[in-house]
């Protein structure tokens, strides 16, 4: 497994629904088409997509692919696999390949200074994510083992912990043994999965009363395997063994993730959960399907606008890369896409009316709508991993 395939390949109303209810996938048989129109679709909101051109730099574009400009210029000291700005662009966190090591790196990018180094070497960078004030960045670092999937799910075995840096003091806090951290919208909750077995949440408003660095931050688990397990029984009755890392929904009502169930890789079935972001609030549950591999693990983004969630699919029986979104409030679910040509990464754009895709075969970005089917538009070359930002690069 490659690094960018480790790395990126290592769910008010509905809470009234009975926890044991789920939505099943529908598998399309229809002849797989990936035909979209050319050129990206007019009205894109605004500011700047950065992404990655073939693992080496980051660079940056308007939404509709043209205005391209080089972000870095030193990647073939280390390439980069991904990057995300800051919520005011002043500063890029960045995902790197670093010669003769085994595993992934996360930097740092500030103007006029030298890229810094988060991570130690040899070990797997496993998410990473700015706080809404951009003064933190929090990242998951395994340090034995590795990570399997853009969701945060890690092998059996994994060791690592998630860490919350402070930009502004270059202070580094532990904050638990775990994976795939994401903030809360109001920043006050760090989300992740933790090497337990469970979604994890840290409280992160004790770091402004705190003086100096706190020597831990209040964690409560809101909810774990087992829990999944008993609810998910009419679905996967060998238990539930992997658990993925938490998204929160624009509002932060809301988080998403995803497990998998016990026993053999083929036969294991994948479901996606939402649930009130309280402990023990009780889930719906979608079950995805039979996985094919770990990596297969479901890439889960909320929209920023509205309890829209899509996600990004591998299925191996058949071979097919599949697009979803489930609208929250309707319950409805949405089959976006479904390809042979491989694809995981995506973005929204800033007003939630558009889905930017990264088809890996051919390098084009496909563009969508969330509530119909079909791409809508199409800009080659694409990028990897992209990442959509309202603002306007300044780095």
Known sequence: MTVRSATAAALALFIAVSCTATTPVARSERPVSTSA??????????????????????????????????????????????????????????????????????????????????????????????????RYLAYGEVISGATAAAGGLTLVGSVGDVHLYDTQTSTDIVVGPGTHPAFSPDGTRLGYAH??????????????????????????????????????????????GLIGGPQYSSDGKLIAYAAIENGPVLEAEQIVYVQEAVASAPPKLFALGRTGALHHVADLRWSPTAAVLAYSIINAQPHHHWLYSIDMRSGDRRELFDSQQHFLDFTWSPDGKVILLQMDDGDTWLYFRPDRPGPIGSVAPGGWRPEWCSCPSRT
Do not use: C, H, N
């Not at 000291?77 to 002043?90: K, L, Q």
């Open 37 to 134: 129109p050319s050129g990206a679709p007019s009205g894109l909101t605004g500011g700047r997509v950065l992404f990655s051109k073939a693992g080496i730099d980051l660079w940056s574009s308007l939404p509709d692919g043209s205005g391209r400009v080089a972000v870095t210029q030193d990647g073939s000291a280390g390439g980069y696999v991904s990057g995300r700005w800051s919520p005011d662009a002043t500063q890029i966190a960045a995902e790197r390949s670093m010669p003769g090591e085994s595993g992934s790196a996360l930097y740092l990018l500030r103007p006029s200074r030298a890229p810094e180094r988060l991570t130690r070497t040899d070990t797997f960078l496993d998410g990473y994510v700015w706080s809404p004030d951009g």
């Open 195 to 240: 090497l337990s077995g469970a979604i994890a949440s840290a409280d992160l408003t004790v770091l402004s009363a705190a003086r100096g660095k706190p020597d831990k931050l209040p964690t409560q688990m809101l909810v774990s395997l087992p829990d999944l397990t008993r609810i998910s029984t009419a679905i996967a009755p060998r238990g539930m």
